[in-house]
Structure formats: structure tokens, C-alpha cells
């Protein structure tokens, strides 16, 4: 069976805190699959399965879930 990996990488010149608090409140939320890995200004989340659909849907999930993350900061 073919395994199908994707790569995302967040960066943020100005808030490398902002970053990575981002990454530690969405690592437990990570599936088999996904590692994410933290480097000063920026948050690199692999991902890896079997299917397509499942891959974008982490995906998706990952940037609305990092979007909500850095929302709530802004606001605190």
C-alpha cells in the first residue's frame, strides 16, 4: 500500500513564542501520523497515511485548530 506524506510549515518572524505555544496546545492533539517539530520561529507538522481525503482532512483540522490557537493569544 502506498503511504502519502504532506508537510506544513508555520513561521512567524515577530512571535516565535506565539509559534510555538501554538504547536505545544495542538500536540496532543496529534494522530498517528503526525509529528510536529519545533525550531526557534517556526512549527513544522509532518503528516503521513494511507489516504489522501484522510491527510488533507488533519490538515485541515491542524490550520483551523492553529488559527482558533493564535486568535485566543491575540485576544489574552
Not at 25 to 45: C, H
Amino acid at each position: 500500500m502506498m503511504r502519502i506524506k504532506g508537510k506544513l510549515t508555520l513561521k512567524s518572524e515577530k512571535a516565535d513564542e506565539l509559534v510555538n505555544i501554538i504547536a505545544q496546545s495542538l500536540a496532543p492533539d496529534n494522530v498517528s501520523g503526525m509529528k510536529t517539530l519545533v525550531d526557534g520561529d517556526s512549527v513544522t507538522v509532518t503528516f503521513e497515511g494511507d489516504k489522501v481525503g484522510t491527510i488533507l482532512a488533519s490538515v485541515d483540522d491542524y490550520l483551523m485548530n492553529a488559527k482558533i490557537a493564535s486568535d485566543m493569544l491575540r485576544i489574552s
